[in-house]
């Protein structure tokens, strides 16, 4: 009899095998690919992009993971298909003829079909099988499946067919992608969400301020987690890229290390003595406060320890940027030639924000810098809320990978608005550019607003845009409070004339007692010597009535003896 | 090319209104077994003597279904006269039939 109580065995769930789709992001998103051997449903309006996003993962299936594949089109002709998706860079054309990719162009066109009793698909069947053999397919892909519905009358007989053609699909265990139209207020036209319900993307192209944004969201996704949010998604000459970038982790490492702000004064105020690495700094100031050349003594410093620096200009070329920091004695272009400075310009209203942060994200994971300067913040257009989320993303990016980040923001004349103090919040650091207007001259101040876990100065330091960068200029703290320019110039003249009048009082002061003791002592010889002189005196006076008293007695005793009298 | 062919069908290739039909089949299913006799019927009965029908099994030659954009079976097409036609189904509604291969206008009574 077995007695020992052993604990039940869980069968570790078998996860769920998963097809790579090879699209940056995209499998971040859906933790691994898409469902192997399942077929997985793509959905949106017309021009969101299905189509290159289903090649896409063909051809990354044959180039990338070694799975040939199949593309069924119901909508362009080979010649189209191959034309369209060279502009992303790939050789459709060169992978049919490898035999990797075969491409089925399925052409219904209601006026051409005359519908006369029972029928069925398998000759659909047959071509896809045929196509699968021919390659040793893996992966399909139907683009648009639902053209059926447009070209043919009977629905049953399709919706029965293409339940069909599921199960069948599954039995042959490949991977597809079927595509579908998004419909009125359901994922597809023709309901085609019913037999895919394993897998299900949404694409999404929005317009807003005549920028648009391209989105995907996987809608489900069953017997596997996945990112529920919207993602936005880039399609440009370096094919399709997703953009996992989320606010979701807080888990970022905090390192104790400091690096220099690359400015020695800027160093002291700060009282770690720079910033921490991986934090956010912001640099905001109204317009010629010398933003960007905080930035750039940033940059050199960083770069001058052999570390990468990305730099994402919004409003100046880069050529711009390297002449006017030549004025301050900063040269970045031998940074640039040595590869460990880049530059990556734009106009902000060239992209929708999410295209920014998506082009940021592939940039920053390609050149992987230890900091990156945002040049400026301000020119980003959007509703605030959107801005602020687009930089929220950037910032959890950047110090999910301990990159420094360092922005700059332009501020109105009237000074910070709404948006900075929700800005705030994001920054680790923040250093205020001011122009502190007295005696009719603009003088430049700059003060720590915050500088999270550090102690750092509370004073307006007054600093010069010299030919040789940067230099803060020592605090004048006086009677009337900070003094910039020449104020401080003509406070300081007035100080220094003050301090040497002081000290020649003193002298003279000095002078004047050294004179009075000797006064004094002079005094105080004379009366010791007075009085030693009536000492003397009164001493001769004393001995002299001693010596007459002598003279007395010995006078009265020659007197008694001359009476005849004896002495007594 | 190797097409099963039906040589039981009267063939005059050159004559003018000459049919060159070709039915496609995926296998002998009841429903391409009812197509092809609704076929033969409908030929015997409106071109006598100018048709010829191949009946083609894309079991049997699968690389042929995508030459024809076939996607239904089974399929009927004319090849012959131009324009080409497409007619899918079991064939069993005779007019439409009809209608698909000219033979008939289609507001006929």
């Known amino acids: 009899m077995n007695t020992t109580v052993s604990m039940p065995l869980v069968p570790r769930a078998q996860s769920l095998a998963k097809a790579r789709t090879g699209i940056s992001g995209l499998d971040e998103v859906t933790f691994g690919g898409l469902p192997a051997g399942r077929p997985t449903l793509i959905c949106g309006g017309p021009g969101c992009g299905k189509t290159l996003l289903a090649t896409t993962f063909l051809v990354n299936g044959a180039v990338m993971f070694n799975e040939p594949g199949v593309f069924v089109s119901f909508e362009e002709t080979s010649d189209d298909l191959i034309k369209n998706v060279a502009s992303l860079g790939y050789d459709l054309g060169a992978l049919v003829a490898q035999k990797k990719i075969a491409i089925d162009f399925v052409r219904v066109e209601r006026s051409e079909i005359e519908e006369t009793g029972e029928y069925d698909l398998e000759g659909l069947f047959v071509r896809l099988d045929y196509a699968i053999k021919a390659v040793g397919a893996k992966r399909v892909v139907l683009d648009t499946l639902e053209m059926l519905f447009a070209g043919l009358g009977d629905t049953q007989i399709l919706r029965a067919e293409i339940r069909r053609l599921f199960a069948w699909l599954k039995q042959r265990n490949v991977t597809a992608i079927i595509t579908a139209e998004q419909g009125e207020g359901s994922l597809t036209r023709y309901g085609i969400e019913e037999y895919v319900s394993d897998c299900v993307f949404l694409l999404d192209n929005r317009v807003s301020d005549q920028i648009t944004t391209r989105r995907l969201r996987v809608v489900k996704y069953r017997g596997s987690a996945h990112g529920t949010n919207e993602y936005p998604f880039l399609i440009d000459a370096q094919g399709v890229s997703v953009l996992p970038v989320t606010s979701a982790g807080l888990e970022h490492a905090a390192s104790d290390e400091v690096i220099s702000t690359g400015i020695p004064g800027l160093n002291q105020m700060l009282g770690a003595g720079g910033f921490y690495r991986g934090t956010s700094v912001l640099v905001s100031g109204t317009a010629g406060t010398g933003k960007t050349s905080l930035a750039a003594h940033f940059i050199e410093a960083v770069c001058a320890r052999g570390e990468r620096c990305l730099y994402f200009a919004f409003e100046e070329s880069p050529a711009q940027i390297i002449r006017n920091m030549r004025s301050i004695g900063l040269d970045l272009q031998p940074r640039i030639d040595s590869g460990l400075l880049r530059f990556e310009a734009a106009r902000p209203s060239l992209f929708g924000l999410e295209m920014h942060l998506a082009r940021m994200y592939r940039e920053i994971e390609e050149f992987a810098p230890a900091a990156t300067v945002l040049d400026p913040i301000s020119a980003l257009r959007g509703a605030s809320g959107d801005v602020h989320s687009m930089l929220l993303r950037v910032i959890d990016l950047l110090k999910s990978r301990g990159i420094t980040a360092f922005l700059t923001n332009l501020l109105s004349a009237e000074g910070m608005d709404k948006s900075d103090a929700g800005m705030s919040s994001l920054m680790d650091t923040w250093l205020s550019l001011v122009q502190l207007e007295s005696n009719g001259e603009r003088n430049r101040g700059i003060y720590v607003l915050k500088s999270r876990g550090m102690n750092h100065s509370n004073q307006i330091r007054e600093y010069q845009l010299t030919s040789q960068g940067v230099k803060l200029v020592d605090a004048y703290l006086g009677s009337s409070g900070v003094l910039t320019g020449s104020a401080r110039v003509a406070q300081e003249m007035v100080d220094a004339a003050s301090i040497v009048r002081r000290s020649q009082d003193n002298e003279r002061k000095q002078r004047d007692i050294q004179r009075k003791r000797a006064a004094l002592e002079r005094q105080i010889a004379e009366l010791r010597a007075e009085l030693e002189s009536e000492e003397e005196e009164a001493r001769k006076a004393l001995q002299h009535d001693e010596e007459l008293e002598k003279r007395m007695q010995a006078e009265k005793r020659a007197m008694a003896i001359q009476r005849g009298g004896k002495a007594s | ?109």
């Open chain 2, 1 to 109: 090319m190797n097409q099963a062919r039906d040589n039981a069908m009267e063939a005059s290739p050159h004559a003018d209104g000459h049919y060159n039909l070709r039915l496609y089949v995926a296998g002998q299913t009841p429903k391409s077994v009812t197509a092809l006799a609704n076929l033969k019927k409908i030929c015997e009965e409106h071109l006598v003597g100018r048709y010829q029908i191949e009946v083609i099994d894309l079991l049997e030659h699968p690389q042929l279904a995508a030459g024809d954009q076939i996607l239904a079976v089974p399929t009927l097409v004319r090849r012959l006269p131009e324009p080409l036609k497409r007619i899918i189904g079991n064939l069993s509604n005779m007019e439409r039939v009809l209608v698909g291969l000219d033979l008939r206008p289609v507001a006929a009574p």
